[in-house]
């Protein structure tokens, strides 16, 4: 089993939909959970990220971790075409440098 | 504050040999960690230095080495290229200790003939 799955999409929604990205990871020592934002020809940037369970609001975006479940969400409202990116999760465990990512998903967002 | 750069942006090579990709990190960050992107593979963690240790490394063959200088920046090296070698090659960096957004520079595009 992967350490981290992702629907790579791709995701097409009419501009202003609500939009769910998800994730489900196997590691139960991963204690925090990232989103990067990939724009096309640039490298991933974070979006936010959320320690353990619960939810983490930032303007239009809500992320979403249900570890008991080991499930991670990222909600857009709102959606706008300048969200048109490939989003990827990424567990992370403390004490390491290292990421883990998803494969991204990849939204496209039409006015 | 100047980001993460990474250079060259684009490269071509052939089968077999060698290439090295660079990367400066944002001033006064010590961790540098490098990452190949794949279509079919996506993220996949290679190594990160920290103070020019390596600290962490992924699974990958011993083809893929790095270094971290006294400027905290870094190269990454690939030897004995093979076509599956192709892909983006991102570097992150962060202050490095406890936990720190990486911050990615744009990636050097390296393609194999």
């Known amino acids: 089993q992967k350490e981290v799955e992702q629907d790579p999409g791709p995701l097409s929604v009419p501009e202003g939909a609500i939009v769910s990205l998800n994730c489900t990871y196997s590691?139960?020592?991963?204690?925090?959970f990232m989103w990067y934002r990939q724009y096309s020809r640039k490298g991933p940037e974070l979006l936010m990220y959320?320690?353990?369970?619960g939810n983490k609001e930032d303007g239009r975006f809500t992320a979403q971790v249900d570890k008991s479940s080991k499930y991670i969400s990222l909600f857009i409202r709102d959606s706008q075409p300048s969200d048109s990116a490939t989003y990827l999760c990424?567990?992370?465990?403390?004490?390491?440098?290292?990421?883990?990512f998803g494969k991204g998903t990849k939204l496209t967002v039409n006015p | 504050k100047a980001g993460v750069t990474q250079t060259p942006r684009y490269l071509i090579k052939t089968r077999g040999q060698q290439v090295t990709l660079s990367c400066s990190p944002i001033?006064?960050?010590?961790?540098v960690s490098w990452y190949q992107q794949t279509p079919g593979q996506g993220l996949q963690f290679l190594f990160e230095?920290?103070?020019?240790?390596?600290?962490n490394k992924g699974n990958f063959p011993g083809r893929f080495s790095g270094r971290q200088f006294s400027n905290s920046r870094s190269e990454m090296n690939v030897s004995t290229l093979e076509l599956g070698d192709s892909a983006l090659y991102l570097c992150?960096?962060?202050?490095?200790?406890?936990?720190?957004?990486?911050?990615f520079g744009d990636g050097t595009r390296l393609s194999i003939l």
């Open positions: 230095y920290f103070s020019e240790t390596q600290r």
């Open positions: 990424a567990p992370y465990q403390g004490g390491s440098e290292k990421l883990v």
């Open positions: 001033s006064g960050h010590r961790s």
């Open positions: 590691n139960s020592a991963f204690q925090y």
């Open positions: 992150a960096s962060s202050p490095g200790q406890g936990l720190q957004p990486q911050h």
């Open positions: 959320t320690y353990s369970s």
